[in-house]
């Protein structure tokens, strides 16, 4: 992954777990939940499993006799994401990249990603490696966000970092809102030799009891507080900034606004 993408250290994962996860993240976790469960696979591969928002209802759906091997190339998030799920005979936890999977090929029936591909600094590479690790036949299902447009927390949360910091300003936002063209994801996908591929927009709320609240993970549990530090100002001015611009979008007190994801699937 990038260098932001895995700079997810420190105080960041515990923020991110419990101010970004059940607002933004849950809904999406259940949908692509649902759609694993639906296919009835025995062995799964979960890349990029962050604070394990996805591994949990991805257990909660394996059979009896099913497995789940879940990665993430940032250990601090791999550990939160232990604790969130606990021990479980069927699941495996593995630190690794998606662009260099250390797995056989042909070892899986299902391959997931929540939230997760934007951040890969090679797609194709990515893809081709899922594809390389599910057997014949096998499914690879992944969502990213759509764009700031169809997501108002990121647009405003990404403007009101750029005005407090106009010389440089944090460029964190336009990762995760940044691969979101279906052409493009199809172009990724073909390319690394997928079939049946659909992609769906996916619609849902996301639902916080604060605009602050939300705003501290918004700031503080991503790698943005990390340029926020560095140039020596106070993290809590960069939480106020944003929390007065979600409440513009979506409420002070409780915060409720839609959000937007594709969600991509295809065979290998």
């Known amino acids: 992954m990038a260098a932001d993408s ?10 991110y777990d419990r101010h970004l996860v059940p607002v933004i993240f849950e809904p999406y976790a259940v949908d692509l939940a649902a759609r694993f469960r639906a296919l009835g696979s025995k062995a799964a591969l979960e890349l990029a499993c962050g604070t394990g928002a996805v591994t949990q209802h991805l257990v909660a759906a394996l059979t009896r006799d099913g497995a789940l091997t879940v990665t993430d ?7 939160v994401a232990k604790r969130r799920v606990g021990a479980d005979p069927r699941v495996t936890w593995r630190t690794a990249d998606a662009t260099a999977l ?5 070892g899986f029936d299902a391959v997931l990603c929540q939230f997760g591909w934007m951040f890969f600094p090679d797609k194709l590479a990515a893809a081709r490696e899922a594809r390389r690790a599910l057997r014949p036949g096998g499914t690879l299902i992944f969502n990213v966000w759509d764009g700031f447009e169809d997501n108002a ?13 106009p010389e440089n300003p944090p460029p964190f936002y336009l990762t995760p809102f940044g691969w979101r063209d279906p052409k493009e994801i199809r172009s990724v996908l073909e390319g690394a030799g997928f079939r049946d591929i659909a992609i769906d927009t996916v619609q849902r709320e996301a639902r916080s009891e604060s605009a602050r609240d939300f705003a501290l993970g918004l700031v503080l549990g991503n790698p ?3 340029s926020i530090v560095e140039v020596g100002r106070d993290p809590e001015e960069f939480v106020r900034a944003v929390a007065e611009a979600l409440a513009r979008v979506g409420g002070e007190r409780p915060f409720r606004s839609t959000i937007q994801a594709l ?3 295809a065979k290998a």
């Open 153 to 165: 927390f990121g647009r405003e949360t990404h403007s009101a970092l750029a005005r407090l910091l």
């Open 6 to 15: 895995s700079a997810f250290t420190g105080p960041i994962p515990d923020f």
């Open 102 to 106: 250390p797995f056989a090929d042909r």
């Open 224 to 226: 943005v507080l990390q």
């Open 263 to 265: 969600v991509a699937s």
């Open 73 to 79: 190339l940032n250990a601090p998030m791999l550990e």
